[in-house]
């Protein structure tokens, strides 16, 4: 039995726990990951369906499914963080990343849909680090 860590939305209303046994974590740059974070590329976390127990606030709970291809998401209804859903195969638990509140058992894996990733996202990994917003 592993250990268990949290997670949930920003405004916290959705709140979970799920099993820190997570056996793949991509980094996603598809056109949809991308459109859905608004951001680079989605970070998610794989493990079994079951790994999970919703621990409040369900029924902020909604499932968006992208019609054209096999692509789900799951957000806070309140503030639209987004949050761990199983894939229509039934056999995957997906868990976003940044959802969690503590550090996941692994380290990320691979790069998917590398060829539709931004074009300023190779340029951005070597932009000046700051702590805060520049000076
Ligand atoms: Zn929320
Ligand atoms: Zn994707």
Not at 18 to 43: L, M, P, W
Not at 77 to 87: D, K, M, Q
């Amino acid at each position: 039995m592993s250990e268990k860590i949290s997670g949930g939305c920003l405004c916290g209303a959705v709140t979970y726990e799920v099993e820190n046994d997570f056996n793949r974590f991509y980094f996603c740059h598809c056109q949809q990951c991308r459109k859905i974070t608004g951001s680079a590329h989605a970070s998610n976390l794989f493990t079994r369906p079951d790994a999970i127990q919703w621990t409040t606030g369900a029924t902020y709970k909604k499932q968006f499914n992208y019609p054209e291809r096999d692509f789900t998401v799951v957000f806070c209804t309140e503030c639209g963080s987004g949050l761990p859903f199983v894939t229509t195969s039934g056999k995957v638990l997906i868990v976003p990343a940044g959802s969690l509140d503590a550090e996941p058992n692994i380290q990320p894996n691979d790069n998917i849909f590398w060829a539709e990733r931004a074009a300023w996202y190779d340029e951005g990994t070597h932009a000046h680090k700051c702590d805060g917003f520049p000076r």
